[in-house]
């Protein structure tokens, strides 16, 4: 901001160097102002320098500490919450739609902010002269306002559009890139890359059209300042050979005043242009802000999602579940889940709970792993009540199982030990061996599993699961998740097997649909509907 | 020498484009640029003229003040007008050569290898390839052009002050040029590898945050959110240092071109001083030097941005670079003799990365006309025979041989376009009526007749608007329209409820006659259709049976019903 300011006396030093010139002076007479042009224009190109840096490392800052409130509400959240962003989406938020509020901030900001004075001064500094010159340059600019409105309606409406078109295009792409196996599969590449071609050409011109109309409002922007810069001068001129006498206050401008007046029209217009340029870095940066707000609305939260527990090992041995009164429903739904539902399984007892879809199966899950809060009730594993403050201690002592394990970019042995401080290569080592992980794991299961598993069956998937729970030191309960869904039949009881060695000694609560896996358990229970009747074994 | 290969790329690159068009694009460019000089030259050389001339009352009246003013509005307009063509060449020009880049980089992709790669880690990739197509974009626009137009104005400026005396014309062209390519050139290797460290961070910061909110219930389990949490926060902290230092670059070429405009201004009223002293100009042709000197820095503001973005480009190039070159051609794939439509010979195969062997030493042959279905436990390789079977996958010894194929894998993607271009996929230059049989043919038809749009129905993402029976019917329409001698389908009714199974087995079995069949699957209904059965597993085929044989039945039975 003050950077611009220097253009001043930087202007008028030139303006009175010529003077001098024009009044006989040689180079004797230019020393002093040439000089304080340069250390002039030194000052200028360091404050803004500096200007830019401050405004950067604040919008940096603003930006870090948004995501770091974003990701911990991210992290808080419960699985259960309806409205949870789905994973895509949160990351493209918090990576690359982030990232535009950057330039927003720290760019559009600052010349917005000088739009709003550095002309005015300006015309201020003219008008002192002439005021004649200072009504062509605010005549040339009819209302900046006005003129802002124009560009910033017509520009807006533009990068929007050609934003939201180049997004297609790449999704276009991305599109037939993620089915390439069924355009591979069908000999449809050749076709497809024209395809690809011509959507893009289309898109094109459709950004064209929109663009012409862009360019055209800043066209009109630039030529109102050419013409203004035009008009002063030819002024000036006339005024100079006194064929216009009126407009510097009754008295005639001296050739250093001219100068002074014709090198502050460009930079009164400057400020304009300098804004249509960096319209764009708005839409984006307004909407990554707005996308981030939306990932920090409140919602359903885990019990002690943060906390990492007392990591002292849990003391080994089978853990009792205890839910009295136990109520959970999900906002917004008529009914409740459960209402005011009880359940008792001993320390190594192994249950099945059947119902049908919906039921709540997976959220009575949840609800023991302290995943989400129970809205009434209580939950006792082993000894202790489940609380905000106990979930993350009690969590130690048991292990998930899901029906689609999520795998983490890396090696199988991270895959297994989740990066828990006291699981070291030899338990990840005993929990291959006991999962029969060995045949994909390779030498310290360090194969790589690219990102989803990159060739790991169904079965292996869940025998990955298995290990994870294996590798968990002192395992007291395990909560397995439908874990032979979208498995063949053999595959199936390979896995159930596992699960039984798994859980020898130690307490197993299944959510399951098949009938083979129920039949292994000590005793079932079905759920479905607000009665809940029990059956043992 | 990466250098060397980075050129090839530009060039490939730019191969790509109408040269014609980004040359006019870069002159447009300079001519804005002089135009604005000019403008702003005469304007002083007139105020000072006109101020000296208004002295002495005679000259003034003598005074041609019409040609000059005349001259200053018409650069004043030309220079918009040049500035408005200048924008829509440069941008049409850049938008042809992305869709250019496109399409050969979508060829690049479809090469097996390629393929692989992008199957392996397809949103990782995915979001790098969008990334830098992005970055590439800012290539002409941002550097070519900010740079033809400083490097016109140098020129231009040099040649203007040269014709008042030489030494400062040549003086200033090369103060203006060596700094015009020393500070890019500074820039862009100062800014490689923050731009490097950039690109990552904000890949690993993506990556994080999808198994921060998609592994969120086993790193609960595991109490390992909060370590996960910190994760995400260091790559936000990685990337805001790698970005922190490239605005500290960029601003530091900002503040170089500052330095170097304000030592040339302040140079060149030095050197005019000298001039006027000696006799050689007038004052009104000092003004002009000095307000060319002004004006000849406002192209090297546009550039500065452009250098701290060249790291950036480099890496799209180098990432980009092996996948535009592939696109350029593609490989043949081997046929066999004879009546056979499929040939193995002595084909070993392993996952990438996995020292164990899916198959060794696997010899398969299947007659043309014959319906086989491949069965086995999940993991036993019945899909990897298909992709090394539909050339997926590469066997790492051994030779495959095959007629044509059409290959439904188990997902089968439906594309963002009307359903008629979906079907085209397969047969480019299919009329309505073939795409009407097709339909017809995979009981299709019906549905597709009551919307509103028929064939001219969008699908959404992955095919939105259609149920699971209704996407795989579609799929099965498209191998229909394909004219391949070979069909592949893995497990083709799976999660198909059983009535829908039953119709669409019926349907594949009444369009095949002809073709020969080959089926993966684990579920009875589908392996019933088949004349042999193969049980994959053991390293190649542990078990077969014909239609007939009592071992036929038995390997029937041990599969789950359905």
């Given at each position: 901001?003050?950077?611009?300011?220097?253009?001043?006396?930087?202007?008028?030093?030139?303006?009175l160097?010529?003077?001098r010139?024009?009044?006989?002076?040689?180079?004797?007479?230019v020393l002093w102002?040439?000089?304080?042009?340069?250390?002039?224009g030194?000052?200028?190109?360091?404050?803004?320098?500096?200007g830019?840096r401050?405004?950067?490392?604040?919008?940096?800052?603003v930006l870090?500490?948004?995501?770091?409130?974003?990701?911990?509400?991210?992290?808080?959240?419960?699985?259960?919450?309806t409205?949870?962003?789905?994973?895509g989406?949160?990351?493209?938020?918090i990576a690359?739609?982030?990232?535009?509020?950057?330039?927003?901030?720290?760019?559009?900001?600052?010349?917005?902010?000088?739009v709003?004075?550095l002309?005015?001064?300006i015309?201020?500094?003219?008008?002192?002269?002439?005021?004649?010159a200072?009504?062509?340059?605010l005549v040339a600019?009819p209302?900046?306002?006005?003129?802002m409105?124009?560009?910033?309606?017509?520009?807006?409406a533009?990068?929007?559009?050609?934003?939201?078109?180049?997004?297609d295009?790449?999704a276009?792409?991305?599109?037939r890139?993620?089915g390439?196996?069924?355009?591979?599969?069908?000999?449809?590449?050749?076709t497809t890359?024209?395809?690809?071609?011509?959507a893009?050409?289309s898109?094109?011109e459709?950004?064209?059209a929109?663009?012409r109309?862009?360019?055209?409002?800043s066209?009109?922007?630039?030529?109102?300042?050419?013409?203004g810069v035009a008009?002063?001068?030819v002024?000036v001129?006339f005024?100079?050979?006194?064929?216009?006498?009126?407009?510097a206050?009754?008295?005639?401008?001296?050739?250093?005043?001219?100068?002074?007046?014709?090198?502050?029209?460009?930079?009164?217009?400057?400020?304009l242009r300098?804004?249509s340029?960096v319209?764009?870095?708005?839409a984006?940066?307004?909407?990554?802000?707005?996308?981030l707000?939306?990932l920090?609305?409140?919602?359903?939260?885990?019990?002690?999602?943060?906390?990492?527990?007392?990591?002292?090992?849990?003391?080994?041995?089978?853990?009792?579940?205890?839910?009295?009164?136990?109520?959970f429903?999900?906002?917004?739904?008529?009914a409740?889940?459960f209402?005011?539902?009880?359940l008792?399984?001993?320390?190594?007892?192994?249950?099945?709970?059947?119902?049908?879809?919906?039921?709540?199966?997976?959220?009575?899950l949840?609800?023991?792993?302290?995943l989400?809060?129970a809205?009434?009730g209580?939950?006792?594993?082993?000894?202790r009540?489940?609380?905000?403050?106990?979930?993350?201690?009690?969590?130690?002592?048991?292990?998930?199982?899901?029906?689609r394990?999520?795998?983490?970019?890396?090696?199988?042995?991270?895959?297994?030990?989740?990066g828990?401080?006291?699981v070291?290569?030899?338990?990840v080592?005993?929990?291959v061996?006991?999962?029969?992980l060995q045949?994909?794991?390779?030498p310290g299961?360090?194969?790589?599993?690219?990102?989803?598993?990159?060739?790991?069956?169904?079965?292996?998937?869940l025998?990955?699961?298995?290990?994870?729970a294996?590798?968990?030191?002192?395992?007291?309960?395990?909560?397995?998740?439908?874990?032979?869904?979208?498995?063949?039949?053999?595959?199936a009881?390979?896995?159930?097997?596992?699960?039984?060695?798994l859980?020898?000694?130690?307490t197993?609560?299944?959510?399951?649909?098949?009938?083979?896996?129920?039949?292994?358990?000590?005793?079932?229970?079905?759920?479905?509907?607000r009665?809940?009747?029990?059956?043992?074994? | 020498?990466p250098?060397?290969?980075?050129?090839?790329?530009?060039?490939?690159?730019?191969a790509?484009?109408?040269r014609r068009?980004?040359?006019?694009?870069?002159?447009l460019?300079?001519v804005?640029?002089?135009?604005?000089?000019?403008?702003?030259?005469?304007s002083?050389?007139f105020?000072?003229?006109?101020?000296?001339?208004g002295?002495?009352?005679?000259t003034?009246?003598?005074?041609?003040?019409?040609?000059?003013?005349?001259?200053?509005r018409?650069l004043?307009?030309?220079?918009?007008?040049?500035?408005?063509?200048?924008?829509?060449?440069?941008?049409?020009?850049?938008?042809?050569?992305?869709a250019?880049?496109?399409?050969?980089?979508?060829?690049?992709?479809?090469?097996?290898?390629?393929?692989r790669?992008?199957l392996a880690?397809?949103?990782?990739?995915?979001f790098?390839?969008t990334?830098?197509i992005?970055?590439?974009?800012?290539?002409y626009?941002?550097?070519?052009?900010p740079?033809?137009?400083?490097?016109g104005?140098?020129?231009?400026?040099?040649?203007?002050?040269?014709?008042?005396?030489?030494?400062?014309?040549?003086g200033?062209?090369?103060?203006?040029?060596g700094?015009?390519i020393?500070?890019?050139?500074a820039t862009?290797?100062a800014?490689?590898?923050?731009a490097?460290?950039r690109?990552?961070?904000?890949?690993?910061?993506?990556?994080r945050?999808i198994?921060?909110?998609?592994?969120?219930?086993?790193?609960?389990?595991?109490?390992?959110?909060?370590?996960q949490?910190?994760?995400?926060r260091?790559a936000?902290?990685y990337?805001?240092?790698?970005?922190?230092?490239l605005?500290?670059?960029?601003?530091?070429a900002?503040l170089?071109f500052?330095?170097?405009g304000?030592l040339?201004?302040?140079?060149v009223?030095?050197g005019?001083?000298?001039?006027?002293?000696?006799g050689?100009?007038?004052?009104?042709?000092?003004?002009f030097?000095?307000?060319?000197?002004v004006a000849?820095?406002e192209p090297?503001?546009a550039?500065?941005?452009?250098?701290a973005?060249?790291?950036?480009?480099l890496?799209a190039?180098?990432?980009l670079?092996?996948?535009i070159?592939?696109?350029?051609e593609?490989p043949?794939?081997?046929r066999p003799?004879?009546s056979?439509a499929v040939?193995?010979?002595?084909?070993?195969?392993?996952?990438?990365?996995?020292?164990?062997?899916?198959?060794?030493?696997?010899?398969?042959?299947?007659?043309?006309?014959?319906?086989?279905?491949?069965?086995?436990p999940?993991?036993?390789?019945?899909?990897?025979?298909?992709?090394?079977?539909?050339g997926?996958a590469?066997?790492?010894s051994?030779r495959?041989?095959?007629?044509?194929t059409?290959?439904l894998t188990q997902r089968?993607e439906?594309?963002?376009?009307?359903l008629?271009?979906?079907?085209?996929l397969a047969?480019?230059?299919?009329?309505?009526?073939?795409?009407?049989?097709?339909?017809?043919a995979?009981?299709?038809?019906?549905d597709?007749?009551?919307?509103?749009?028929?064939?001219?129905t969008r699908?959404?993402d992955?095919?939105?608007?259609?149920?699971?029976?209704q996407g795989r019917?579609?799929?099965l329409?498209?191998?229909?329209?394909?004219?391949?001698?070979v069909w592949?389908l893995?497990?083709?009714t799976?999660g198909?409820?059983?009535?829908?199974?039953v119709?669409v087995?019926?349907?594949?079995?009444?369009?095949?006659?002809?073709h020969?069949?080959?089926?993966?699957t684990?579920?009875?209904?589908e392996?019933a259709?088949?004349?042999?059965?193969?049980?994959?597993?053991g390293?190649g085929?542990s078990?077969?049976a014909?239609r007939?044989e009592?071992?036929?039945?038995?390997m029937?039975a041990?599969?789950?019903?359905?």
């Amino acid at each position: 901001m003050l950077a611009a300011f220097v253009w001043l006396p930087q202007a008028g030093f030139i303006a009175l160097a010529v003077q001098r010139l024009a009044d006989g002076g040689g180079v004797d007479a230019v020393l002093w102002p040439a000089v304080a042009v340069g250390l002039l224009g030194v000052l200028r190109a360091a404050l803004d320098a500096l200007g830019a840096r401050l405004s950067y490392r604040k919008a940096r800052h603003v930006l870090s500490a948004a995501r770091a409130r974003a990701v911990d509400v991210l992290a808080a959240g419960s699985p259960l919450d309806t409205r949870r962003h789905p994973a895509g989406l949160a990351a493209s938020v918090i990576a690359e739609q982030a990232e535009a509020v950057l330039p927003y901030l720290s760019r559009y900001k600052p010349v917005r902010m000088r739009v709003m004075v550095l002309p005015f001064v300006i015309a201020g500094a003219v008008f002192f002269f002439s005021w004649t010159a200072a009504l062509i340059l605010l005549v040339a600019a009819p209302l900046i306002p006005l003129f802002m409105a124009l560009v910033g309606w017509r520009a807006k409406a533009a990068s929007e559009a050609q934003l939201a078109e180049m997004g297609d295009m790449n999704a276009f792409l991305l599109d037939r890139l993620r089915g390439l196996a069924t355009i591979r599969g069908l000999g449809a590449v050749e076709t497809t890359a024209n395809r690809v071609h011509g959507a893009a050409v289309s898109l094109k011109e459709r950004t064209m059209a929109v663009l012409r109309i862009a360019f055209l409002s800043s066209a009109v922007l630039e030529l109102f300042s050419a013409l203004g810069v035009a008009m002063v001068a030819v002024y000036v001129g006339f005024h100079l050979l006194g064929q216009i006498g009126f407009g510097a206050w009754g008295g005639t401008l001296g050739l250093g005043e001219a100068l002074f007046v014709l090198l502050l029209a460009p930079a009164f217009f400057e400020p304009l242009r300098d804004l249509s340029a960096v319209w764009h870095d708005r839409a984006a940066g307004v909407a990554g802000l707005a996308a981030l707000d939306g990932l920090m609305a409140p919602g359903l939260e885990m019990p002690g999602a943060l906390s990492a527990g007392s990591r002292v090992p849990a003391r080994a041995g089978a853990l009792s579940v205890d839910l009295r009164g136990l109520s959970f429903g999900h906002e917004g739904a008529p009914a409740p889940v459960f209402d005011h539902f009880d359940l008792h399984v001993r320390p190594g007892e192994r249950i099945a709970v059947l119902g049908p879809s919906g039921a709540g199966k997976s959220t009575l899950l949840s609800l023991i792993g302290g995943l989400a809060p129970a809205s009434g009730g209580r939950i006792a594993i082993g000894d202790r009540l489940m609380t905000a403050e106990t979930a993350a201690d009690l969590r130690q002592g048991m292990a998930w199982i899901g029906q689609r394990p999520h795998f983490f970019a890396g090696t199988l042995r991270a895959n297994i030990a989740l990066g828990r401080p006291e699981v070291d290569l030899a338990t990840v080592e005993t929990a291959v061996a006991e999962a029969a992980l060995q045949h994909v794991a390779g030498p310290g299961a360090a194969r790589d599993l690219g990102e989803g598993g990159l060739g790991l069956s169904g079965g292996e998937a869940l025998r990955l699961a298995l290990a994870r729970a294996a590798a968990t030191p002192g395992l007291g309960l395990v909560l397995a998740d439908e874990p032979t869904a979208h498995l063949d039949r053999e595959t199936a009881a390979e896995v159930t097997a596992g699960l039984l060695r798994l859980t020898e000694g130690v307490t197993l609560i299944v959510a399951t649909h098949d009938p083979a896996l129920a039949a292994a358990m000590d005793r079932t229970i079905r759920i479905g509907g607000r009665s809940t009747c029990q059956a043992v074994a | 020498m990466p250098s060397r290969r980075l050129i090839h790329t530009l060039a490939d690159l730019l191969a790509l484009a109408d040269r014609r068009q980004l040359l006019l694009g870069a002159v447009l460019s300079v001519v804005t640029v002089l135009a604005g000089m000019a403008l702003l030259g005469l304007s002083g050389w007139f105020i000072t003229a006109t101020a000296l001339a208004g002295l002495i009352p005679a000259t003034a009246l003598a005074f041609d003040v019409f040609a000059p003013a005349a001259a200053i509005r018409l650069l004043a307009i030309g220079r918009t007008g040049s500035r408005y063509g200048e924008r829509l060449v440069t941008h049409d020009a850049t938008l042809s050569l992305l869709a250019h880049l496109r399409a050969r980089l979508f060829r690049g992709f479809a090469r097996p290898a390629a393929a692989r790669d992008l199957l392996a880690r397809p949103a990782r990739l995915l979001f790098r390839l969008t990334n830098d197509i992005d970055a590439l974009d800012g290539l002409y626009l941002r550097l070519m052009v900010p740079f033809s137009a400083a490097f016109g104005a140098t020129l231009a400026a040099g040649t203007a002050l040269g014709l008042l005396a030489p030494w400062l014309g040549l003086g200033l062209a090369l103060f203006l040029g060596g700094i015009g390519i020393l500070v890019p050139v500074a820039t862009a290797l100062a800014g490689r590898r923050p731009a490097r460290r950039r690109a990552h961070g904000l890949e690993a910061l993506r990556a994080r945050t999808i198994d921060l909110v998609d592994g969120q219930t086993e790193l609960a389990m595991a109490g390992r959110l909060a370590a996960q949490r910190d994760a995400v926060r260091r790559a936000d902290a990685y990337l805001a240092d790698a970005d922190d230092r490239l605005n500290r670059i960029e601003t530091g070429a900002g503040l170089a071109f500052g330095i170097a405009g304000s030592l040339a201004l302040a140079l060149v009223l030095a050197g005019a001083g000298l001039l006027v002293e000696a006799g050689r100009i007038d004052t009104p042709l000092a003004a002009f030097a000095l307000l060319i000197a002004v004006a000849v820095m406002e192209p090297f503001g546009a550039l500065r941005r452009g250098a701290a973005e060249i790291g950036r480009t480099l890496l799209a190039l180098d990432r980009l670079g092996p996948r535009i070159r592939d696109g350029a051609e593609m490989p043949v794939p081997a046929r066999p003799d004879g009546s056979t439509a499929v040939l193995l010979d002595n084909v070993d195969f392993a996952h990438e990365g996995v020292a164990r062997p899916v198959f060794t030493a696997l010899d398969l042959r299947i007659e043309a006309g014959e319906t086989v279905a491949l069965i086995g436990p999940s993991g036993a390789g019945k899909s990897s025979l298909l992709a090394l079977i539909a050339g997926e996958a590469t066997p790492r010894s051994g030779r495959c041989a095959v007629r044509p194929t059409a290959l439904l894998t188990q997902r089968s993607e439906l594309f963002r376009d009307t359903l008629a271009e979906n079907l085209r996929l397969a047969a480019p230059d299919a009329d309505e009526a073939r795409l009407w049989a097709a339909l017809t043919a995979a009981g299709l038809a019906g549905d597709v007749g009551e919307m509103a749009d028929g064939l001219e129905t969008r699908l959404g993402d992955g095919g939105l608007g259609l149920s699971g029976g209704q996407g795989r019917r579609l799929a099965l329409a498209r191998m229909f329209l394909r004219n391949a001698p070979v069909w592949l389908l893995d497990e083709p009714t799976e999660g198909l409820d059983r009535e829908t199974a039953v119709d669409v087995l019926a349907r594949v079995r009444a369009a095949a006659a002809g073709h020969t069949l080959l089926l993966a699957t684990h579920l009875r209904r589908e392996a019933a259709i088949a004349d042999r059965l193969l049980m994959v597993g053991g390293g190649g085929i542990s078990r077969e049976a014909r239609r007939g044989e009592p071992a036929f039945e038995e390997m029937l039975a041990g599969l789950r019903a359905g």
